[in-house]
């Protein structure tokens, strides 16, 4: 298993639906960061929550981070059309990795009107 | 101000032939970073410059892969005797400093194809 997983792999769902996506990692890490990715090329940066935290709102996304089973989820609430894009958890470790960041797998949203 | 950019947006080239990917980071940023994301997979790390410390070129898959960052700005990722396998999109980000929690800001990414 690679450092930072997101399950579920893929996951549909109809707008005004709150999607969750769910995201573990191995060793123990600095913050916890979420991406958005549309048609496979730059990525956004969407949330930042550091491993004191325990949860973290911005507009209608809501972070939690469980240090104690290195997990993090993402909700988006009412979900759009708009938010169809991959959805990447980031890690960023305590020790020698510097600001590298390991990326996991993604999660695949689509969001049907 | 003005993104991360990165050229050519797309490149295709015949195996065996070298490429130049180039990345201009956002202005002040000093660290950058390349990553190289396979269809459908996350991003793999490839190398990370900060500031005029030596890179952490530890993501480097063979030693055909080499990047530079002149002047602390510009960097080129350098594919030599490119194989199939480096087909790709390979992606750039840049953040304000190392060492501390800050957000990476991407750029839209170069596809690489290599026929």
């Known amino acids: 298993s690679q450092q930072g997983e997101e399950d579920p792999q893929a996951l549909s769902i109809q707008e005004g639906e709150n999607a969750t996506m769910n995201c573990s990692y191995k060793?123990?890490?600095?913050?916890l960061q979420w991406y958005r990715q549309n048609s496979g090329r730059g990525l956004v940066h969407l949330i930042l929550?550091?491993?004191?935290?325990r949860e973290k709102h911005s507009g209608r996304l809501r972070v939690t981070l469980d240090t104690s089973k290195k997990s993090s989820s993402l909700l988006i609430t009412a979900s759009r059309a708009a938010d169809t894009a991959s959805y990447f958890c980031?890690?960023?470790?305590?020790?020698?990795?510097?600001?590298?960041?390991?990326f996991g797998t993604g999660t695949q949203l689509k969001v049907e009107l | 101000g003005a993104g991360v950019s990165q050229s050519p947006s797309n490149k295709v080239t015949e195996k065996g032939k070298d490429v130049e990917l180039r990345c201009d980071p956002i202005?002040?940023?000093?660290?950058l970073y390349w990553y190289r994301q396979s269809l459908g997979q996350g991003l793999e790390f490839l190398i990370y410059?900060?500031?005029?410390?030596?890179?952490?070129k530890s993501g480097l898959p063979s030693d055909r892969f080499s990047a530079e960052r002149t002047g602390g700005s510009v960097s080129t990722l350098t594919i030599q005797r490119t194989q199939q396998e480096d087909s790709a999109v390979y992606l750039c980000?840049?953040?304000?400093?190392?060492?501390?929690?800050?957000?990476?800001?991407f750029g839209p990414g170069t596809r690489l194809t290599v026929t």
């Open positions: 980000a840049s953040s304000r400093a190392v060492g501390k929690a800050y957000e990476q800001y």
């Open positions: 060793t123990s890490i600095n913050n």
């Open positions: 929550i550091r491993s004191n935290e």
């Open positions: 980031a890690t960023d470790k305590v020790t020698g990795g510097g600001n590298k960041l390991t």
């Open positions: 202005s002040g940023h000093t660290a």
């Open positions: 410059f900060q500031g005029n410390s030596a890179p952490d």
